[in-house]
């Protein structure tokens, strides 16, 4: 078994090659996609250094400590939540800014969804798992009836030396999902119960796997970095969405993935697929339908769109919106009715007409509206859950009213 030193040193040199991973090959997956996802995760990766984010704030420990990691604060938000975050710490931001002479750095709406779009991308993937947590799920699930690794386990099913090639458990999760109903019926034969998974195992599992494999070619593959468009792609033309509708929101056969997958990482849907994995077949075998099988990092592409979810969720509430738009104080600075007032009115402004301008907006106008604040001895209004969503239905709603035509 690995010294602990030396584990630490291979968890940290880990982290540091998917880090890079993402850094060197996301440029890739982004040109093979249509683009249809709003923000491109590289580009804000060099937004994020060009305009010094990384002076205060680090991605899995890259970078400053004055902030938080943002690597450990972005899966399972919408990007508008992600935008309500940011804002929420902005009184903070501006006085490190100001005591330390930097200049506070301004966004166009394509650049801040960049920015917040690497910001959630980096967080799919997992830091690596703890071996010896590994060696135990392995034996307490009972892999090792069936499976030798390092030439220690049982015989009934094929070693797993091989997927010590990869760090994450992506190949290991499709390996999972394609022998699944093998596996499941052997498991029954031998009156064991299906494993499931509750939280990182499955990347416990991988590293248990690196770390005790007998395989002699130990050079680590590096995976295409997971395509959420592709992954959409394939979630069509593999048949997912028969159960689980277009958008992953459900449907009478199947539950809504969006609340499903919140806030989880690679090896935690890898997981939550395979602990349903067992009910899916049955499912379709009952309406006629093949179970889908995954080649290459197909399953990746498909569990990243499954995180990107979230991400889109623009559902909002304009009545409540309303209720935020008093109740925060920005009725107090902003009118909608073209009233005298001390900021814009939004009701006319271009920045109501999407939700990513509206935080755009916000943002460069941080430092003004602080000043504003502390001379009237306001309190900064934080936006918390959906309501910076309902905000931006509610001012958008109120942008259109103004447009239509009178009937007259």
């Excluded at 248990?208 to 997971?226: G, K, T």
């Excluded at 199947?254 to 395979?274: H, K, M, Y």
């Excluded at 109501?352 to 001895?377: C, D, F, G, K, R």
Aim: proline share 5%; glycine share 10%.
């Amino acid at each position: 078994m690995m010294n602990p030193r030396a584990r630490k040193t291979l968890l940290f040199g880990c982290v540091g090659i998917l880090y890079c991973t993402l850094c060197l090959g996301v440029d890739a997956a982004r040109a093979q996609s249509n683009q249809s996802f709003t923000g491109d995760p590289a580009a804000g990766r060099s937004i994020f250094i060009a305009r010094g984010c990384d002076r205060c704030h680090a991605i899995w420990g890259n970078g400053g400590t004055l902030g938080p990691d943002f690597a450990l604060v972005g899966a399972g938000r919408s990007l508008q939540q992600l935008a309500g975050m940011f804002w929420n710490h902005t009184p903070q931001m501006i006085q490190t800014v100001q005591a330390r002479g930097f200049q506070w750095p301004t966004f166009t709406e394509e650049e801040l969804a960049d920015i917040i779009s690497y910001i959630y991308y980096v967080k799919l993937f997992d830091e690596p798992g703890d071996p010896e947590l590994g060696a135990r799920w392995f034996r307490e699930m009972r892999c090792i009836e069936c499976h030798a690794i390092g030439g220690e386990g049982g015989r009934n099913a094929l070693p797993l030396d091989h997927y010590a090639r990869y760090i994450a458990p992506l190949m290991l999760a499709a390996g999972m999902w394609n022998h699944g109903s093998a596996m499941q019926a052997q498991q029954a034969a031998l009156r064991a119960p299906i494993p499931s998974f509750l939280g990182r195992e499955m990347a416990d599992i991988q590293a248990y796997i690196r770390d005790r494999s007998s395989l002699q070619d130990r050079d680590i593959v590096f995976l295409q970095p997971p395509d959420p468009t592709n992954g959409r792609e394939l979630f069509l033309a593999k048949g997912c969405s028969n159960c689980h509708g277009p958008d992953g929101s459900g449907t009478s056969f199947g539950p809504d993935l969006r609340s499903a997958t919140q806030r989880l990482r690679v090896s935690e849907i890898a997981g939550t697929l395979w602990n349903h994995s067992s009910r899916m077949v049955a499912a379709m075998r009952a309406r006629g339908m093949t179970f889908p099988r995954f080649e290459g990092g197909e399953l990746a592409d498909v569990i990243a769109f499954l995180y990107y979810l979230r991400f889109y969720d623009t559902r909002g509430d304009a009545k409540a919106g309303e209720a935020v738009f008093v109740q925060k104080g920005c009725a107090s600075c902003h009118a909608v009715d073209g009233q005298t007032s001390i900021g814009p009115d939004l009701a006319e402004s271009d920045a109501i007409q999407t939700p990513l301008l509206l935080a755009t907006a916000m943002w460069n106008h941080a430092p003004a509206m602080y000043t504003v604040i502390q001379l009237e001895h306001a309190d900064w209004p934080r936006f918390e859950g959906t309501e910076m969503r309902d905000l931006a239905v509610y001012l958008s709603n109120l942008g259109a009213d103004r447009t239509q035509p009178d009937d007259d």
